[in-house]
């Protein structure tokens, strides 16, 4: 009976052949760590080292994440001429000392040494931090807050602010207090109805919210009582201005048609030619048959798809962002299978003396890596995030 012949391995491969192998393995590698730093700079936010869910969704699909609804159109100009025509004949409706109130309520211990002066609320700007609409603030963290329990005071409620923990509330006697509370609860609620109208910036500047026409202003101290014109239609607050302005920044950030095509092109044929060739390195060790039969394509496959969901990452949503998001997965899949076919490709085509070389390159690579890390790149990202800081004061 024939033996059969042996298979080529790159063990096999003469001496001078492994080691231009080996160069071009280990350049393909130390390419591919200056793409992640080119990704970056490219699409990450300032602070992070790659970017995040937020920022590819932006990059691609030129909207926020997490997702929320695009703010509505200017409102209708008739509508707000009535609301004009109504302030002008001077119609009045009942309306609280908004500013007056956060002050008494929340400024004592949001401010320059008060027991939260981490979370200061003493201006609009302030204020506004805590208005952004997110997955675990729907409408903002102030409005989770006030709308909490009294049980949960100082971890995930300020309800206590109103009652409890309201300055004055230990001189006032059992009787008084109970007598207090349906002030105490209109005075939340007033600020319940100003955050979920928008927290319209003028009228806390004005000191006077319009409040909705079923509010029992009666129940209001009479110190936080006052009267104003109706809030327009469409009155945006800085949650909705919030809201404009991350849709906003979203679609400036997202790469164009132009920067898109040239990404694409590049890719496909530079990186096409080497994710291919480290296949069929990989393609020749003498690892099984199912190993080599799935990490050999396995890196081409996925940039294709990869540039694939940058396309499709630009339908209209709520599709197109989990296209973004999918790229995660996909650039994930080429990162770890081209490490795992230059790794493997290099211990397989070696002998004992050859693995222990290889064994102190990869220590001495590591180290040389931690070391850039802490002296390069976390001060890199730290005085980034030390400029975004700055910038938002």
């Given amino acids: 009976m024939t033996a059969q012949p042996s298979r080529f391995t790159l063990r096999d491969l003469p001496i001078p052949a492994k080691l231009v192998v080996s160069a071009f393995l280990v350049s393909v590698g130390i390419g591919y760590l200056w793409a992640l730093a080119q990704i970056h700079f ?79 609320l003493g201006t609009y700007e302030d204020i506004a931090r805590l208005l952004i609409k997110t997955t675990d603030h729907p409408k903002g963290h102030l409005h989770t807050v006030v709308t909490g329990s009294r ?39 007033a600020l319940v109805a100003w955050v979920e109208a928008g927290a319209p910036k003028a009228q806390y500047e004005a000191d006077a919210f319009p409040l909705p026409a079923d509010f029992k202003s009666q129940d209001l101290p009479e110190a936080l009582r006052t009267t104003a014109a109706p809030l327009a239609p469409g009155a945006a607050g800085a949650a909705e201005h919030t809201a404009a302005e991350k849709w906003k920044e979203a679609k400036r950030r997202q790469l164009s048609v132009d920067s898109l095509t040239q990404s694409t092109h590049a890719h496909l044929l530079t990186f096409s030619v080497l994710w291919a060739l480290t296949g069929i390195v990989f393609a020749f060790t003498s690892y099984s048959t199912c190993l080599r039969a799935f990490l050999s394509p396995v890196v081409l496959v996925a940039q294709i798809a990869d540039i694939a969901c940058w396309w499709l990452a630009r339908l209209e949503p709520p599709v197109g962002p989990y296209f973004a998001l999918a790229i995660m997965a996909t650039g994930a899949v080429v990162g770890i299978g081209l490490t795992a076919q230059i790794v493997l490709s290099l211990w397989n085509m070696y002998g004992p003396k050859g693995k222990l070389v290889l064994a102190i390159l990869f220590l001495t690579g590591a180290g040389l890596f931690a070391l850039t890390y802490v002296k390069v790149i976390e001060p890199q990202l730290e005085a980034e995030r030390k400029a975004v800081e700055n910038e938002g004061k």
Avoid: Y
Wanted: aromatic letters at 6%; hydrophobic letters at 30%.
């Fill in 151 to 189: 049980k949960n005071w100082n971890k995930k409620s300020m309800v206590k602010a109103f009652f409890e923990k309201s300055a004055d509330w230990e001189d006032l006697t059992p009787e008084a207090r109970k007598q207090q509370e349906p002030q105490r609860e209109a005075e939340r609620l």
């Fill in 42 to 120: 490219k699409h990450a936010s300032p602070g992070n080292s790659m970017p995040t869910t937020a920022d590819l969704v932006s990059r691609f699909s030129g909207v926020p994440w997490p997702l929320e609804p695009k703010p509505e159109p200017d409102p209708d100009p008739k509508k707000e001429g009535e609301v004009a025509k109504a302030d002008a004949i001077g119609v009045k409706v009942n309306a609280v000392k908004v500013k007056q109130l956060m002050t008494n309520r929340c400024v004592g211990c949001h401010s320059k040494d008060g027991e939260k002066e981490e979370v200061p």
